[in-house]
Every structure is written in structure tokens, then in C-alpha cells.
């Protein structure tokens, strides 16, 4: 991808950069991976809470899906590094679940609103 569009990681973080900050809501979908780590579940229609993990070993742009209070997985990797600076600088944001638990690769698809 990036042989054919060697800007678009500049233009998608420019097209991030200010998001939730014109005073309207912002959509966008993504997913919550790593599912089969935690004991939370999602079911669709459901909300999740959505928490920073600045201190994640594995990951300091890391997002916790969380539902009822246990945790279901993380917001993948890719859209975790373009949310994090927005949830930093306080950014509320909602996801929904939109799919069922993919079984094959582990992951949950989220409509998520960024305030």
C-alpha cells in the first residue's frame, strides 16, 4: 500500500490530527481484537467503555474495550496509534459493537463516535 500511496499515513494523521475537536461527532469503524484473552463479552447493539493504556508493555498507544466493567479486548494496534493522541487530550469516545465475534481471527467489529 504504501508503494502506491507513499502520503497517506501524513494525510490520515493530518485527517486525525483534529478530530473531536470542531464540535461535532466524528464515526469511524474498527475492531476490537484479542478477544479470546479476556473473559469480557460484546454482544451487537452493545456499548463499550473504551479506556487509554498509556503503560501497556506491549503497546503505549494501547486502548482497553471494556463491557459491564470486565475487559473484552483492545482496539487494534493501527487505529489505537491514531485515537491515542485524541483520547490524551480528552476526546470522548463510544463504541457499539456492529458483528459478531469473529472465531477465525479473534476480533470484534466496533462502530465507534469520537466527541
Known amino acids: 500500500m504504501k508503494k502506491f500511496f ?10 486525525f490530527s483534529n478530530l473531536g475537536e470542531q464540535g461535532f461527532a466524528t464515526e469511524f469503524t474498527s475492531s476490537c481484537v484479542g478477544i479470546r484473552h479476556y473473559s469480557g463479552t460484546l454482544k451487537i447493539g452493545e456499548l463499550a467503555e473504551l479506556y487509554r493504556e498509556p503503560t501497556n ?4 498507544n494501547a486502548i482497553a474495550v471494556f463491557n459491564k466493567g470486565v ?10 496509534a491514531k485515537f491515542a493522541p485524541m483520547m490524551d487530550k480528552g476526546d470522548f469516545f463510544v463504541a457499539e459493537c456492529i458483528g459478531a465475534p ?3 481471527n479473534y476480533l470484534l467489529k466496533l462502530y465507534v463516535t469520537v466527541y
Open 6 to 15: 507513499p502520503k497517506m499515513n501524513q494525510i490520515i494523521t493530518e485527517e
Open 57 to 60: 508493555k506491549y503497546d503505549p
Open 71 to 80: 475487559q473484552v479486548g483492545h482496539i487494534q494496534r493501527y487505529d489505537a
Open 102 to 104: 469473529d472465531k477465525f
